[in-house]
């Protein structure tokens, strides 16, 4: 099964619901990362909850979340779009995994004493930034906890792993985010959130071959929506040669020279592991723009004052 998020509206209910299939997004970012079992699962509730948060966003619109733990993955850092596209990463893909890589391992593995920060590109000035303690040890239940004290909105969500016989790489993962549209408030929620946990786990029901449509089918029980939209997944990094180069103009002076007397510069993206490398004539070539760049800037400085 491919992955996409399905968007649901059901005004009755006062409810908006999110569902998503993961897998393919969570194995690419454990297999960019080399990322042992425990961490390859943390990426995969990243991902999904990266994946369920761009999903609410606006066209144009993008969010990061960091989970900054005092677990032995260090802090995992999340980035998603309106367009279903993600990357992410993980400060220690090689943490040692224990005998269980069940959601309470994950937490203990990310840390249940932190930060989770979420910052939304929402088009405007400036960036919304929202920072809450970790209180759970669960990804899942922290988004959650975020979207209903910080954003003040009623939500639930529900997100799972099932990691493959060997316990080696993910089986199968996804999740589920259920709103109060505005208007409704915890009284309309509740009543899907008693039928979520009186039915089995979202990654159990995947596993079982179910889809995102299925899952919520199962979750309304006769109760009237609409099906808005699917939008595909995938794992998608904005990194590039080109990018590389600017930051590369960037440096000071001093610096470039070091880079240019060394032979070679070679740029690892963080999110994807693309590597770029730098030649010195490049280097020079950058170096001798940047220096134009600055004279042109200086003398257009002159000339105002």
């Known amino acids: 099964m491919s992955d996409y998020v399905l968007r649901v509206l059901a005004k009755d209910a006062g409810v908006r619901v999110l569902a998503a299939i993961t897998t393919g997004l969570a194995r690419e970012a454990a297999e960019r990362h080399a990322a042992y079992p425990i961490a390859s699962a943390a990426l995969a509730y990243g991902m999904t909850a990266g994946a369920l948060l761009g999903a609410l966003l606006k066209v144009q619109e ?34 040692v995994s224990g005998e269980s890589l069940g959601r309470e391992a994950v937490g203990d593995a990310l840390g249940k004493s932190g930060v989770l920060t979420v910052v939304k590109d929402l088009r ?3 960036l919304y930034r929202s920072a809450t303690a970790l209180e759970y040890g669960e990804l899942d239940k922290e988004i959650e906890h975020y979207l209903n004290q910080s954003e003040q909105i009623p939500s639930r969500v529900e997100i799972g792993v099932v990691m493959d016989e060997e316990a080696r790489s993910i089986a199968v ?16 929620l509740e009543r899907l959130a008693e039928r979520l946990d009186a039915q089995p786990p979202v990654e159990q029901l995947l596993a079982q ?10 979750l309304m029980q006769g109760d009237e929506y609409l099906a808005l939209d699917t939008t595909p997944l995938t794992f998608s990094c904005s990194c590039s040669k080109d990018r590389s ?16 007397a060394e032979g070679e510069a070679i740029i690892d993206c963080h999110f994807c592991h693309a590597r770029y490398t730098f030649s010195r004539d490049e280097l020079v070539a950058l170096h001798e723009e940047a220096l134009l760049e600055r004279r042109s800037l200086e003398q257009d400085d002159t000339e105002t004052q």
Request: with cysteine; proline share 5%; net charge negative.
């Open 173 to 188: 993962c996804g999740g589920l985010l259920i709103q109060a549209l505005p208007g409704h408030g915890h009284e309309r």
């Open 124 to 126: 405007l000035r400036d």
């Open 62 to 95: 993008r969010v990061a979340l960091k989970v900054d733990g005092d677990g032995r993955l260090g802090k995992m850092i999340v980035e998603a779009d309106a367009y279903g596209r993600a990357r992410g990463y993980i400060a220690v893909p090689d943490a």
């Open 245 to 260: 180069a600017k930051a590369l103009r960037m440096l000071d002076p001093e610096d470039q020279l070091a880079l240019i």
């Open 209 to 218: 071959g179910e889809t995102p449509e299925q899952i919520v089918d199962r």
